[in-house]
């Protein structure tokens, strides 16, 4: 194929991976930018590959602080992203920097979410199942929420006394505002299941 291989950002280097990501100006302004000292990270003779496992290493450096160490991952990805954009659609993205700092943020605050629910999960997960009373059926239920596509699926079980299942399933809930929602939604569920089934 006889394709030109010269950074069309620049015009002064072909474009390979290590130009596209730290030696176009662009890409040295937005790492200028981001308080990282790139040229002390990236020796001239680093390729990108050993730049990434030497990020990858810094994870288990508790020194460092975890936004820190979280910042560069999204830089490269917005400057690949930029590049892209420039190339196919003549879009010029600025501020990269300002954007990757809000990702990085986003990214923190999500899995600070996440954990607190995965940590009452396995709080709930250890209580031990009460047994209903003798001429009862008990239902339990509950609900999964995804974060990032916001839609939620429930599931629910009817046990008698002897832990034997009387009915169980799942079902999509679709579209959920928030994991609240999700566990009411799952909770209409399971209400309607036992009306299905005639039982008071």
């Keep these: 194929m006889n394709l030109d291989p010269i950074c069309p950002r620049c015009f002064k280097a072909d474009e390979t991976i290590e130009h596209i990501l730290f030696q176009c100006i662009h890409a040295k302004e937005v790492w200028e930018l981001s308080n990282i000292p790139i040229h002390l990270l990236l020796p001239a003779t680093f390729t990108s590959e050993q730049f990434i496992a030497m990020l990858l290493d810094s994870i288990y450096d508790s020194d460092i602080p975890s936004i820190t160490k979280q910042l560069p991952f999204w830089i490269l990805w917005h400057i690949w992203k930029s590049r892209n954009n420039f190339t196919f659609n003549s879009i010029q993205d600025k501020p990269i920097t300002v954007r990757a700092k809000g990702d990085v943020a986003d990214w923190n605050n999500h899995n600070s979410q996440t954990n607190y629910h995965q940590t009452q999960s396995s709080h709930n997960s250890n209580q031990k199942w009460n047994r209903p009373t003798t001429t009862s059926l008990k239902c339990n239920y509950d609900a999964a ?20 299942s009387n009915g169980w399933g799942a079902m999509a809930l679709g579209i959920t505002t928030s994991p609240l929602e ?9 209400l309607q299941q036992r009306w299905i089934r005639g039982i008071n």
């Design 145 to 164: 929420y995804d974060h990032i596509t916001s839609k939620a699926k429930a599931g629910w079980i009817l046990c008698d006394k002897n832990g034997i």
């Design 182 to 190: 999700a566990e009411a939604k799952a909770l209409l569920t399971a």
